[in-house]
Nanobody, 129 residues
Framework: QVQPVESGGGSVQAGASLRLSCTAS??????????MGWFRQAPGKEREFVAT????????NYADFVKGRFTISRGDGKNTVYLQMNSLEPEDSAVYYC????????????????????WGQGTQVTVSS
């Protein structure tokens, strides 16, 4: 069983930065995840893809609305990812969830939540204007 745990959320002013962290305890069958990603969900809205990074090559994908502002990266540990969020906007306010893909799936569906097998509890990000 794999359990992702997020940290780093908080309340900031527009234009500020935050860095989210996610560490997944447990071990996948392949000893490392195939991908770890970030999704977010604002009140009354659907959960949406933010960014993901794949193992072992480190390829990344981003939602269009965060390109140039957010950066996803891997930690030194096998099951750790970060999301550096710069130039935050009130529209970025949401609960941010970390997700782990433990089974290799087509890269064409990497941005779909159903592509991921394990989810964290989420961390709140609030951006005020």
């Amino acid at each position: 069983q794999v359990q992702p745990v997020e940290s780093g959320g908080g309340s900031v002013q527009a234009g500020a930065s935050l860095r989210l962290s996610c560490t997944a305890s447990g071990r996948t069958s392949n000893n490392y995840p195939y991908a770890m990603g970030w999704f977010r969900q604002a009140p009354g809205k659907e959960r949406e893809f933010v960014a993901t990074i794949r193992w072992p090559g480190g390829h990344t994908n981003y939602a269009d609305f965060v390109k140039g502002r957010f950066t996803i990266s891997r930690g030194d540990g096998k099951n750790t990812v970060y999301l550096q969020m710069n130039s935050l906007e009130p529209e970025d306010s949401a609960v941010y969830y970390c997700a782990v893909q433990s089974v290799r799936r087509p890269t064409g569906i990497i941005e779909y939540s159903t592509s991921y097998d394990y989810w964290g509890q989420g961390t709140q990000v609030t951006v005020s204007s």
